[in-house]
């Protein structure tokens, strides 16, 4: 069989709730900004106020922080074209930068002595549903860039249809995953986020709204998406969607041999058809007993914890934690289980660790707001949060678990969440 290239994504994707307040009309403009600005019918949109401020003064990152000259207020994409616009052209520029829900690492959405733009204000009312198109081939979904996945899915599933691919994250922005690349465990099968669409509106940086697609201002397009929002601002996309199906089986699976691991993640993601093969693959890397508690989410049971528990310590060494999920309803409700029996007896995994259940698509595909509630709860999630992704090659992964899950991480005795799947390179 011809193994498929393989990369290496820790992948993170949650969020930082913006607050929303009204601000005083009255702004005094700060030093940093021209006094022209004060002259547009978009400057009651701009605030001071403490508390915008110090909403966006930090990211999800929680490494380092920073306030802006003023914050915006947009309520329509032409108000963020006009405030571009008027940088662009005056005599004293300023950094103008978008923000959806801060979810970047190291301040990337930082704009010291600029425009913080709050993309959440464009609201919902830039969207609806009728705006998703089911008809045809190709049917699609335009949502507002300001609008969180999780919304963009409800509105699909009304309509018997949802986006090929999501973050794991559902509560980040439309414009805030395409902008980087949106990676997530159906990205082997549909390629990312940013594979998945067929036109942008973007605002450029002269201030020119610009609608792109393939064939229509392509460098624009394929610069905006995964630009780092360097190329523009993306107000709209054009998402494909796919028929949704109602439920989830999934499996998990438990390794203490990482040859056998990453061998049976290539071999899940060589599998063509969606019908015989799951539709997510991820896993884990658990470096030590300790670490097992907290794998256990709503998806295994106690005894299920106290089991892996006695593995890992006898293992002494990470272990493996390989993720699956196939969809299905009712027509396919008894092919998929036939197809996932056939998958789990082809795998390597340890004998007796084979975890499954079946739930609603929709809980599956938000399983991590679940985590992110009781994180809350304890006061875990507005923390720092020193990520790092990375794509490996197939060829360095068994070297990069030796020298990095099995040396440095281990012989820190580091902790946190670490996740390891194959993607297709062609994809």
Known sequence: MASPKQTLSFLHFTIILTTLTSFVLALVLPESLPSELQALDIFTELATDPVSMSSVATDFGNLSTSVPAAVFYPSSPKDIAKLIH??????????????????????????????????????????DSSTIVTEGPFPYADAGGEQHWIDVLNATLKHGLMPRI??????????????????????????????NVYELD????????????????????YGALGGLGQFGVITRARIALEPAKKMARWVRLIYTDVKLFTSDQEKLISIEKSSSGFDYVEGQVILSEA???????????????????????????????LEGAAYYDDIT?????????????????????????????????????YEETVLRSLGLWLVPHPW????????????????IFKGILKENKAAGLILIYPLNRRK
Request: hydrophobic share 35%.
């Open 86 to 127: 008027f940088s662009y052209t005056s005599t004293k520029p300023f950094t103008v930068s978008p923000r959806g829900v801060g979810h970047s690492i190291n301040g990337q959405t930082f704009a010291p002595d600029g425009i913080i733009v709050n993309m959440l204000s464009l609201g919902h009312g830039h969207y």
């Open 166 to 195: 999501f973050t794991d994250y559902l509560y980040a922005t439309v414009g805030g995953t395409l902008s980087n690349a949106g990676i997530g465990g159906q990205a082997f099968r549909q390629g990312p986020q940013i594979w």
């Open 202 to 221: 973007v605002i450029t940086g002269t201030g020119e709204i610009v609608t792109c697609s393939r064939d229509r201002e392509p460098d624009l397009f």
């Open 291 to 321: 670490q097992v508690p907290g794998i256990k989410s709503s998806f295994f049971s106690d005894s299920d914890i106290e089991k892996i528990t006695r593995l890992a310590a006898q293992n002494q060494g990470p272990i493996y934690l």
């Open 333 to 369: 409700a008894t092919i998929v289980d036939g197809n996932v029996k056939s998958l789990l007896e082809q795998l390597n995994y340890e004998s007796g660790f084979a975890f499954s259940r079946d739930v609603p698509l929709v809980d599956f595909l938000d399983r991590v707001h």
């Open 388 to 403: 790092l992704n990375l794509f490996v090659p197939q060829s360095k992964i068994l070297d990069f678990d030796s020298r």
